[in-house]
């Protein structure tokens, strides 16, 4: 029993240090956390609101260990707690209809009964603004509108390429003449017949 004892505070001991380990490094991040009211907060500069905070879920310090740049993209982040450790989902805005629909804020209901504990606390914050991740798309339009610009100058060039309305005389006539030579069947050349005189024949014989 004393071993067994043992064996369970060494494990104990364990897991904390490594709670304390992870909880450590995310804090060396050197992630900004910046209270503007009671519910609204920058963190690295990106501006959020809490918008539900069941049962006092939401504690600051330790959402600033737990995030992360992934989260920087979603709409809304919810902090639900399990065995004193805090997990973060992203979820999307209910517009949002390019995204699957347990990806938006609309499924927290089932997120919450499926994946979390029954009754646990949890919180709710919704970016409102403050800095957003539009490097990205910024380069993806100039990226387009240069092979935009690119088709449309191909585009122009073959319009101003000068066009032959006027067809060629002598080609025109080569072409009638090809076309009549396939219409009309060449006829064979019979050999002609010579008859014969009879009457300057039995002339002939009559002077012999």
């Not at 897991?15 to 380990?21: A, K, S």
């Not at 690295?44 to 330790?62: K, T």
């Not at 191909?154 to 390429?161: D, G, L, N, T, V």
Request: aromatic residues 10%; contains cysteine.
């Amino acid at each position: 029993m004393a071993n067994e004892e043992n064996l369970t505070a060494e494990l104990t001991a364990v897991l904390e240090e490594i709670v304390e380990e992870t909880s450590i490094g995310n804090k060396n991040k050197g992630l900004a956390f910046e209270q503007l009211s009671e519910s609204e907060f920058l963190i690295d500069g990106r501006q959020y609101r809490l918008v539900r905070d069941y049962r006092e879920g939401f504690d600051a310090q330790r959402l600033v260990d737990r995030y992360s740049e992934v989260l920087a993209r979603y709409d809304y982040i919810v902090g639900d707690w399990g065995y004193e450790q805090l997990r973060l989902k992203g979820f999307f805005g209910t517009d949002n209809k390019k995204v699957l629909p347990d990806q938006r804020i609309d499924a927290l209901e089932d997120y919450l009964y499926e994946f979390c504990n029954f009754g646990c606390s949890y919180f709710v914050i919704e970016r409102i603004g403050g800095k957003k991740e539009k490097t990205q798309m910024k380069k993806n339009k100039r990226r387009t509108s240069t092979t935009k610009k690119v088709k449309d100058q191909a585009h122009i060039a073959e319009k101003k390429a000068p066009v032959n309305t006027r067809p060629d005389k002598k080609k025109m006539k080569i072409r009638q003449t090809n076309e009549q030579k396939k219409e009309t069947p060449t006829k064979k050349k019979q050999p002609v017949r010579r008859k014969k005189n009879l009457r300057f024949g039995k002339e002939m014989k009559a002077n012999r």
